[in-house]
């Protein structure tokens, strides 16, 4: 590929500003912008809406024309007076996290050789500050451009993208639009997905004397977003021989991988479960305590009632390490778009009162789905599945396939791009995430990761590679002037 006249400009400018670009990513890290309870003009709380006039202040010092949307998300224009082609969405928000991260704190980012440390390193604070600095690029080497790109910056892309929404009630999608929030070369579909809860409730027998001969399960917690693959589990039980809870413990780490340990206290077992978080679109990349600790109860002998007869149901359509929908009968997948992806990522359990008369469940699971699936034969057939063990699943369609035409001009311009920087042919790929441009008639995700190398994105110790923030920097710039200019 013969390299255009103003690589050698962007590419100097880069490598002039990475103490910037640095100094301005830590500080955006150490927000802990996760979404909590809304606050007067606060949509999403304090740590989001922080985050977004941080990024407002960057975009402005950086002569960008700014607007933010009620602290919902900010964008900056390169050059307003000119019609804008493209759109950059960004995130800002970022998922919970836990105290089990070795590196360093989650909020007080690390740098260690060429990789930084801390939550958003990934996803997505410096994919978005990448995105800023290709812009400055544009704009401080004077690369004339015909059209304008704009940066949009939410603050709710990890619990639904209400700020995306909240935004296009005002404004118009871009001809072309990208997100750096996925892998490279180029992810132009995005599978469908389906996230629903499910409840169950009824009565059952109280506690009698034979039930001391088994377990009974008194409550099980674990997991708190539907799209976050849970690290931990914790159960508590009663009844039952402690020598075979002590085998059975042993059994279920051996099985499953997990870490368990457990404790006797006012008659009662208290049971921790630890494995390893992970996004719920890739499941195999995780270790999920909720179903490690599932499998653990299906290993001890429990009483015949109908709650714990409910959780064995829900082990048995979700069984540890299934996941690709095997054992509900959806393990769907096509040659453009893959495989189905499954997880169950909540579950909560508890009796009701002393004498355990009744109980009360609810969870979540997360699907990621290809082209050949839909509601009829995935929906539904889940609902029915559940509703043979008594337990009701929320109306809710899957959300479609998202699919922009490998040989339209944004993908092909795309992935000039990215052959520019990594000298090999690029080909665009399906992932089961969903992006900002999932809705969009003509965005794609582009970068900031490579395919090959796990960034712990949702995880314990996500980071980002160096040389790779500032590689993608450089293509996005790229990518801006062959798009706009």
């Known amino acids: 590929m013969t390299e255009p006249q103003y690589k050698k400009q962007i590419d100097e400018w880069i490598d002039s500003h990475t103490d910037e670009m640095m100094r301005d990513l830590c500080m955006l890290m ?78 007080e980012p690390y740098i260690e050789g060429d990789y930084i440390y801390g939550r958003g390193s990934s996803d997505d604070k410096g994919p978005a500050v990448a995105a800023l600095y290709a812009m400055r690029a ?39 639009t990208f997100s750096p929030d996925a892998d490279y070369p180029l992810i132009n579909i995005e599978k469908g997905r389906l996230a629903s809860v499910f409840t169950a409730e009824g009565e059952q027998e109280g506690v009698n004397e ?33 020598d075979i809870l002590k085998k059975a413990a042993g059994e279920a780490g051996r099985l499953t991988g997990a870490e368990f340990s457990y404790s006797f206290e006012d008659g009662m077992y208290k049971i921790a479960v630890r494995g390893n978080t992970g996004h719920a679109s890739t499941p195999q990349n995780a270790l999920n305590a909720l179903t490690a600790a599932l499998k653990f109860l299906e290993t001890i002998p429990l009483v015949k009632r109908a709650g714990e007869d409910t959780l064995m149901a829900v082990a048995s359509m979700w069984p540890h390490g299934d996941h690709n929908g095997n054992a509900l009968g959806v393990a769907y997948s096509d040659e453009e778009s893959g495989e189905l992806t499954m997880s169950l990522d909540i579950l909560h359990y508890e009796v009701k009162n002393k004498t355990e008369k009744s109980f009360i469940l609810s969870g979540c699971y997360d699907c990621r789905a290809p082209i050949c699936a839909n509601d009829e034969n995935l929906t539904e057939k889940i ?15 899957m959300s479609p396939v998202h699919y922009v035409p490998s040989d339209s001009e944004l993908v092909r311009k795309l992935l000039e791009s990215y052959e520019l920087y990594f000298g090999e042919k690029g080909e665009p790929i399906a992932i089961g995430g969903g992006t900002y441009v999932h809705h969009l008639e003509n965005g794609v995700a582009f970068g900031c990761a490579e395919p090959d190398v796990d960034n712990r994105m949702h995880g314990d110790d996500e980071f980002m590679k160096l040389s790779i923030l500032y590689r993608s920097a450089k293509i996005f710039a790229d990518a801006i002037i062959r798009l706009c200019g």
């Open 210 to 242: 034979a039930a001391e001969d088994r377990f009974r399960v008194l409550a099980f917690h674990a997991g708190d977003k539907e799209n976050v693959i849970p690290g931990r589990a914790e159960m508590t039980l009663a009844g039952g021989d402690p």
């Open 383 to 397: 609902r029915e599945k559940l509703a043979g063990s008594g337990i009701s699943m929320k109306e809710k369609a």
């Open 30 to 107: 150490k927000i802990e912008s996760v979404r909590t309870h809304a606050q007067d003009g606060m949509p999403y709380g304090p740590g989001p809406a922080k985050a977004v006039k941080a990024m407002e202040g960057l975009m402005e010092a950086y002569g960008l024309r700014v607007r933010n949307y009620e602290n919902y998300c900010v964008a900056g224009d390169l050059d307003p007076e000119k019609e804008k082609a493209l759109d950059i969405l960004a995130h800002l928000d970022v998922v919970p996290v836990s105290d089990t991260w070795t590196k360093t704190q989650p909020f």
């Open 138 to 176: 544009v704009r401080e080497t004077g690369i004339p451009l015909k059209h304008s790109v704009r940066l949009i910056c939410g603050s709710d892309e990890e619990c639904g993208s209400s700020d995306l929404e909240y935004y296009y009630q005002t404004e118009k999608e871009a001809k072309y």
